[in-house]
Structures are given as C-alpha cells and as structure tokens.
C-alpha cells in the first residue's frame, strides 16, 4: 500500500473513492455512538479479528469475543505556536482541514493536494472533552465491559501527543488529557466494595522497560500466558486506585520520574515511549447475572462461582514519529539510533503487515509490540490519534505520520490500483480460466465416450436378441416343417405299400381267372379308396405349399426386421461420428486458448527480460541512449495517464531520462506526432515536479532543484513557452502551462519566464483556454510569478494582473483558489516595498480592477480562496494610498468582518491592526459613529 492509503485526489481528479471499511467491509465511523455499538457486542462478534497484533493463537485462546476490530484513527491538528505566528505568517499550512467530510488535505505544491480520509478529523480548536469522547471513551466503555483497550497517541514531537493524552488540567480544567478523563470514568462507573482498579506506568526507551513508578527499576520483562494469550509486565509497581487524587498523585509522580531519569540519561523524553496500563477487576452483579442466565433460585446462585469480568486499559504515548539522523550529528552512534527506533519501527511494520493482510506479523521484534500484543485490534478496542503540526517546514514529517494513520486503517485501493498493472496476475488469471476449461473438456469428452458407448452397447443388445430370437424361431418352424413332411411321407409310403400289397391281389385274382366273382365286386371299391387316398394327398400337398408359403412370408419379414436393425445401428453410428467431430472441434478450441497462453506467457518472459535488461543496463551505469530507453520513458508518462506512480516509478523514470538525454526528451517536445509531444511535455512537467519528499528513501539527486535546473539548462523552458504558441491543443498547453508552473516556483526561474515573454504567453493561452485544469494551471504559474517582488512591474505591464482577473470568468474554485493566491502574493509584495518606501501611488491590482472581485469573495465558501483574499485585503490595507479606493469598493466592511468574525485569531489580529493603523480608515469609521 504505497502512497495511496487513503483517497488521493492529483490535479484535481479523483483517483480513487475513499473508503472507509471495517475488515468485514462493513463502513465505520468513530462518531457513531459508542453504547450502541456496545449493545451489538454480545453473540455475533468474531473470535479473534485478523487485524490483532496478537494474530490467530493468542486471540483465539480468549474464549470471549473481541469487539469489531478496526483500529479507529482520528487526526488531530495542534494550534499554531508562537514561533508559527511569526514565521509562517503567510498562513501557508501544509494541511487543510474538512471536519465535516472526516477528510484532511495535505498540500503538495501550490496548486496541488492529497486527499485523505480518517475515522474522525479534529481541526486545532477542538476540546480537549470531544477529542476524549470521539477517541477514547469507547475503548473506556470496553474496558469497563471486561475486554482490553487501546489509546495511542502517534505524530511528530511538539504536535500535542502529551498534550492530549497526559495534560493533568492543572491550570484549566478543560484542557484535561485522556488519562484522566478516562480514570474519571472508570472511576464513576466501578463500586468501590466489589471491584479494583491497578494502574502500572512504565517507560519503554531504547528495548529498555523501565518503571516509571520505582525508576530503579529498570529491567521489567513482558511475560505472555501461552494458554490464554495475556501480556504482563513482571516486577512493575501496580497501585489500587481508589479515587482520582491517588490517580493524578500517581500520574504526577510518573511524570517526574520519567524527566529525572531522562535528564540522568541525558535522552530526550521525546524518544521514548510512556504506556500507563490500567487493569480493571469488576465482579459481575446478581440482578445482571440471574437476567443473563434467566434464573435466580438460592441454590443455583450459591452452586456458581462469582464472575469476574478484567478488563485492561492501555494508554501508550509514542516516541516522537520524527527519523532519527543515522549521521550522528544529534549525538547517537548508529547502534543507538537503531535501538531508540527499533519499537516504533516495528509497530510500523506489524501495522503495514496487518494492513496488507501478511500471514506473518513481526510481532516479537521489537517490546512495544509484545506488549501491545494483546491490547491493539482484534480481541481489544484500539484507538489511534495522530497528531500533526500545521507548520509546512515539517511537511514531510507530517505526511509520513499520516500515511502511518491511513496504513492503520487498512484501506484497500492500492491493490487495485497493482491488480490492474499486474501481468503476473493476468497471466495466472488466464491459466485459472484455461484449468477450468480443459477440466470442463474433459468432463464433456468423458461424457460423450460414456455416452456413445451405451448406444453401441445397447444397439449390439438389440441386434443380437432380434437375431438369437429370429435364429429360434426360423429353427422352430424348419423342425416343424420337417415333421409334418416326413410324416405326410411316412404315411404316403404306407399308402403305397398297401396300394401296391391291393394291387398285387388284384393282379393274383386276374391271373387266376378262376377267382370268384365276389372278388370281381370288390375291385371298385379300392380304385375309390385309391382315388380319395389320391384326393386326400392332392389336398395335403396344397397344404404343405401355403405353409411353405406361409414360412417364406415369415423368413422375408423376420429379413425385413434384421435389416431395419442394421439401419438403426449405422444412425447409431453417424451420432458417434458426430460426437467424435465435436470433440475434436473442443480440442481444436483447447489448443487455441493454450496458444493464446504461450503467447502471454511468452510476451509476459519478454517484459521481464527487457526489465531485467534494463535493470542490468542502469547497474552498469547506462549507457543504452537508444530509442529503446526512449521508448520506455515515453511509455512511462503514457502510464501515468492512468496509473500514478509510486515512489519508485517515479525514481526509475528519472533514471531513464538520465539515460536517455533531457536533449532527447526536449526535442520530442516538438515531434510530428500529437501524442509523443503531449507524452514529452509530461515527462518534462513531472520531471519539474517530482517532489522530494515523495521520492524519500530513493535516491536524493532526483528532487526537483536539480531537475528544474537541468531542464532550464537544457532550454526545456523555452521550448515550453515556445509550445504554449505553437500548439493548438489544449492538453499540450495544460500540461506545459503546469510544467512552466512548476518551474516558476524558482527565483531565477520566473525571471528568465518573464524575460522570455511568459506572461504575454500564458495570458494569451488562458484567454483561449476552455478547460478549468489548463486555466488552473496557467494561473498558479501567474500567482507563483506575483510573489516575486522585482517583477511586478513588468508583469503588470505585460497584462498579467488582468489576465489572472480574467480567469475568474471559469468559476472553478481550483482555478479561483490560484487567482486568489497570485493577488495574495502581489499584493505581499506591494505592501513590503510601500513600508520600505519603494511604492508610490494606488496598489496596480486597484488599479487594474481587481478589488470588486477581491471584496465579492472575500466571504468565499472555500477556505483557500477566502484565506488568501483576507491576506490580500489586510496587506492592501497596509498602504494609504489604497484606502479610499477600499472604502469605495466596499472592502473596509469586509476588512471590519475579518477583524470579527474570522475564525483564525492571527487574521483577526492582523485585519484590526490595519484598521486601527490606518487615519483614513479610522476618520470614515469616525464618520460613520462606529466603534473601533
Ligand atoms: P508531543 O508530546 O507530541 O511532543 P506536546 O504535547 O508536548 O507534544 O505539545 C507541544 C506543545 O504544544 C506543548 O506546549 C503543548 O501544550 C502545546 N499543545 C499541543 N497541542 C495543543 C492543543 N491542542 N492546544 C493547545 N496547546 C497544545
Ligand atoms: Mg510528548
């Protein structure tokens, strides 16, 4: 989670919505009310939350539930110091605050900001009592309720960590800090006869713990019950608190204590950590167990044991967030430093750790983690303040400590942001979606073989039962037949023999002659027989002709059957060739989407090996100034289009243009093609901007110093200029109008802009220009020149005042903001040289019309325009000459309201003194019967 731990708004777009989630994605907010969200507590809460120092073991041991996990963090911003008052006196905090978005803006540049979003944003008039009920009161509530709870206080030293959580309210009561606050509370909320209090207060410097309650002691060990996960400190003073005298005794003795023995140790309280623990011990009342067990009979009350409910508070003031100088110039050796970071660093690296969902959290390196271990998230309410300063000297300080706060708050967008960038993960989503569909393929071959297999099987069944069933019945018919014929043989051969034995007689009888005559009578009777034998066997035969008839019929059809049989098996044979096409169709398919695959993959080997390719080349120190470094530098800036890049993008992009030549990349700015000149005038413009404290840890020599004056060498801001002429396209003038601003944050910078024509030239592109950003741009190059004294002559000549005046037709309040801030520095400048007597006359804004729109939005509701125009207005006020004319235009009323109502002090102060200084001013307020 890089730079985007929260929502990030660049030149003006939105890159991401914030988001503020809980880990189960349920939206959070610390200002819900704290009882409510305790009534929820009960049946439905997770065991352990994966957001817990203590991790899976130790948080799951305890066996009641934790409350809802997420660290809370609320920022809080201290009020201006004296030494602020003085020398910040251009109010340029690096921060603006909106309470009522939750959000905070932290000021890159002039015409920059980043947007994040916190649990809760207190501005520097915020009590004492609402900080102490938005961060700590609830965690006080768990503890009361027997869970553990934590408050810690993170920020730079001097932005009010001790303040808000230590201050003893000694001399205003209403500037009491959480400590006591919170024992106020519990206090209240405990009954003196059953229940104690224990507080311990120690001191955590350089893995040192030491008792801040008996100093001497000074080798307290951490002690963890593997069983239920609980953290103790051996041998520390624990004192029963009886009431809140003893309390602030104790706190006050501790105080004491912890400046003794820093000023012994000569070591800066500032570097060290003071954790106040509080364990509460409150034994569960009769009414509220028998309702929670729904019983109240003597014999079950007397059967259970009293129930203890301990809760722990701890209260952790931070070692101050600020590095230490690893040079040694404060006085540390390196070992030293290591040691006195060593816990807050590891704190840093568990919440990075939690953040981004690590299975392992470093929780044993360092002694404030495995002290925290089973206070901070998951099983224990966790609240973390971060306090920051409003001081832009400390800028990178006070972003660091705030992406400290967003890393705490888990928010999710960087990875995103990397998921949509990741060819890995591509190349691995690819291989998922092939798994699938070759595991899908196969299943559906699998399905298909079974398939066709059952067909055949059941086909060949079929075949073969018609044929064995056929086969017995043709067998039965032939049996059959052959019976009957051989029987009608059988008796026609009988027939024979006695027809042949009849004959003979006759024939015996004939010879004979002598036979007698009744034999004679008996020769008829035969040939009738004979000829009805011949009758009967004629009939016999049509008979056995029908049957065979009959059999012939049957043998064709049972034919008829066996070939339709063979017709169903040869359509059950198409859909197995069918089937067997469309497998190989999937086939062709799977080996498609493999191909597809390699050449990801394969394209996937060539980005890494051109990587690593480069990588080799910057180790040997460049050296590759062929277009192939060009190409990548180029399609870098096309990246960040979409994609801003993080810390070490930026650092590698310079690196290219190191290797590439600023020669090179300034002649691209007047290449043929639109887009390779509009991707030139972006490196070139991010080159000008690149923000040292964003490339921190990297390489020093890419802060913007150096490369603005490498770009200035090289004659990139006159080929700037010379676009703002040539181009016709309003991307190109947006992007140079912002690169030329960047570099006309630089002294010798605008004078070489105006030297050049800058002024008539932007003055010319903003009145041509249609797009707020392009107008924003041009008038924070306009504003950044009217802060430079020896100028402002020549720049009003040549039209800029107007031209700035003129910007306001867009409406846009990023691009009225900048008007605002360049008339602010204009007339900061006027006012300097009208005290050192160099100015004469009625200041040029007057002159040149700005004051009507100067009074109109001297109310403005965006706090950047209204600030800068109550600067304008005070310091117009600062010369005479300009007085009637502010009387005319109505701007000593708004003067009158700023001195009222302003909610900065400093402005407030400033508007009267310019009103009481002036005789003018006075006379009309005279005039008028108006006190002053
Ligand atoms: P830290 O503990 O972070 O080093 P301190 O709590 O010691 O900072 O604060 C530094 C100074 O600023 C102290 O003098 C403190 O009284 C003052 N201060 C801090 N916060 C506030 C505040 N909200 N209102 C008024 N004064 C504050
Ligand atoms: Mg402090």
């Known amino acids: 989670m890089a730079t985007a731990f929260g929502s990030n708004y660049r030149n003006g777009a939105p890159r991401s919505s914030p988001r503020v989630v809980d880990s189960s994605g349920r939206p959070l907010s610390v200002n819900h009310n704290p009882k409510s969200s305790l009534k929820s507590k009960p049946s439905g809460i997770r065991k352990s939350s994966p957001a817990s120092l203590g991790g899976g073991s130790a948080g799951a041991a305890k066996d009641d539930g934790g409350v809802p996990g997420r660290v809370r963090v609320a920022v809080r911003l201290r009020p201006r110091n004296a030494e602020e008052l003085v020398e910040d006196a251009d109010f340029g905090d690096c921060v603006e605050l909106q309470p009522e978005l939750k959000r905070l803006k932290l000021r890159k540049n002039n015409w920059d900001t980043d947007t994040y979003e916190f649990d809760e944003v207190f501005t520097d008039s915020a009590s004492q009592k609402r900080v102490y009920e938005v961060v700590a009161k609830p965690v006080i509530e768990s503890v009361l309720e027997g869970y553990n709870g934590t408050v810690m206080a993170y920020g730079q030293t001097g932005t009010g960590k001790t303040y808000t959580l230590g201050n003893l309210g000694e001399e205003d009561t209403a500037a009491r800090g959480i400590m006591v606050r919170a024992m106020e509370d519990i206090l209240a909320d405990v009954s003196p006869e059953s229940d104690s209090i224990c507080v311990s207060y120690l001191q955590l410097y350089m893995e040192t713990l030491q008792d801040l309650l008996d100093p001497s002691n000074n080798n307290i060990s951490i002690v963890e019950d593997p069983k239920t996960g609980d953290v103790s400190v051996l041998g520390a003073i624990s004192v029963e608190i ?36 509080a364990h509460v011990r409150r034994s569960i009342k009769d009414s509220v167990l028998s309702s929670v067990n729904g019983s109240n009979s003597h014999v079950s009350k007397a059967l259970k044991p009293p129930i203890v409910r301990k809760g722990k508070l701890v209260v952790v003031d931070l070692a101050g967030s600020e590095r230490i100088d690893k040079s040694g110039s404060e006085g540390h050796t390196l070992e030293e430093a290591k040691s006195i970071n060593l816990s807050l660093s590891a704190l840093g690296k568990c919440i990075n750790a939690l953040a981004e969902n690590n299975s392992h959290v470093p929780v044993r390196d360092s002694k404030l983690t495995r002290l925290l271990r089973d206070s901070f998230g998951g099983t224990a309410r966790t609240s973390l303040l971060i306090t920051i300063g409003p001081s832009p000297r400390h800028r990178g300080e006070t972003a660091s400590t705030i992406m400290f706060g967003q890393r705490a708050m888990k928010v999710e967008n960087m ?14 989503r690819l291989e998922i979606q092939l798994d699938k569909l070759i595991a899908e393929n196969e299943r559906q071959q699998k399905a298909f073989k079974d398939e066709i297999e059952r067909i055949s099987v ?70 009738a027989s004979a000829l009805e034998e011949v009758a009967n066997l004629k009939k016999l035969l049509g008979r056995e002709a029908s049957l065979k008839k009959a059999a012939e019929e049957e043998i064709n059809n049972l034919k008829s059957q066996l070939s339709q049989s063979k017709l169903l098996e040869a359509s059950a044979n198409s859909e197995i060739l069918k089937l067997q096409k469309m497998l190989e169709d999937e086939s062709r398919q799977k080996e498609k989407i493999e191909g597809d695959l390699a050449a990801l993959q394969s394209q996937l080997l060539q980005l890494s090996f051109d990587a690593d390719e480069t990588r080799r080349n910057l180790d040997r120190g460049g050296g590759v100034n062929g277009p192939s470094g060009l190409e990548s530098l180029i399609s870098q800036a096309k990246n960040q289009q979409v994609n801003d890049p993080g810390n070490g993008e930026k650092a590698s992009m310079a690196k290219l243009f190191e290797q590439v030549g600023l020669h090179k990349i300034l002649s691209l700015l007047e290449a043929e093609d639109a887009d390779i ?9 991010n080159l000008a901007a690149e923000d040292e404290s964003l490339v921190l840890g990297h390489s020093p020599m890419w802060c913007t110093e150096a490369n603005q004056q490498k770009i200035v060498e090289a004659g990139g801001l006159k080929s700037l200029l010379i676009l703002l002429r040539s181009s016709d396209d309003e991307t190109v003038h947006r992007v140079a109008a912002g690169a030329i601003a960047n570099l006309a944050m630089n002294e010798t910078n605008q004078e070489l802009i105006m030297v050049q024509g800058g002024i008539r030239l932007l003055s010319m592109t903003a009145a041509n220009a249609k797009d707020p950003q392009t107008l924003r741009m041009i008038a924070g190059a306009i ?29 846009h309040p990023d691009v009225l903001a900048q008007v605002a801030r360049g008339i602010a520095n204009f007339a900061k400048c006027e006012s300097k040289a009208s005290v050192q007597g160099m100015k004469k006359g009625r200041s040029l804004l007057i002159e040149d019309g700005a004051l009507s729109w100067i009074v109109q939005n001297a109310n403005n509701e965006a706090t950047p325009i209204r600030r800068h125009i109550e600067l304008a207005l005070c310091h117009l006020a600062q010369h005479e000459a300009n007085a009637r004319d502010m009387i005319g235009g109505g701007a000593l009323w708004e003067l009158v309201r700023i001195s009222r109502d302003c909610s900065r002090q400093d402005i407030r102060t400033l508007a009267c003194q310019t009103i009481s200084s002036s005789p003018t001013f006075q006379a009309e307020l005279r005039r008028l019967r108006i006190e002053y």
Do not use: W
């Open 677 to 685: 000149r509009i991707h030139a005038v972006k490196v070139v413009a």
């Open 242 to 277: 009886r009431d809140q005298q003893s309390f602030l005794e104790l706190l006050r003795l501790g105080e004491a204590h912890r400046f003794a023995a820093n000023t012994k140790l000569n070591t800066e309280s500032s570097r060290s950590h003071a954790i106040l623990m």
């Open 415 to 428: 990875l995103k942001l990397k998921e949509e960038f990741d060819y890995k993960s591509l190349s691995r």
């Open 783 to 811: 504003a950044n020149l009217c802060g430079n004294d020896k100028l402002q002559t020549k720049l009003r000549g040549e039209g800029g005042i107007k031209a700035l005046v003129g910007m306001v037709r867009c409406g």
């Open 458 to 527: 059941e086909a060949q069944k079929r075949i073969s039962e018609v044929e064995t069933k056929y086969e017995d019945a043709l067998e039965a018919e032939r049996l059959k037949y052959q019976k009957d014929y051989m029987e009608s043989i059988k008796k026609l051969e009988e027939q024979l023999v006695t027809n042949q034995q009849k004959l003979s007689n006759g024939k015996i009888n004939t010879a004979a002659n002598d036979t007698s005559s009744h034999i004679n009578s008996r020769e008829p009777a035969a040939l």
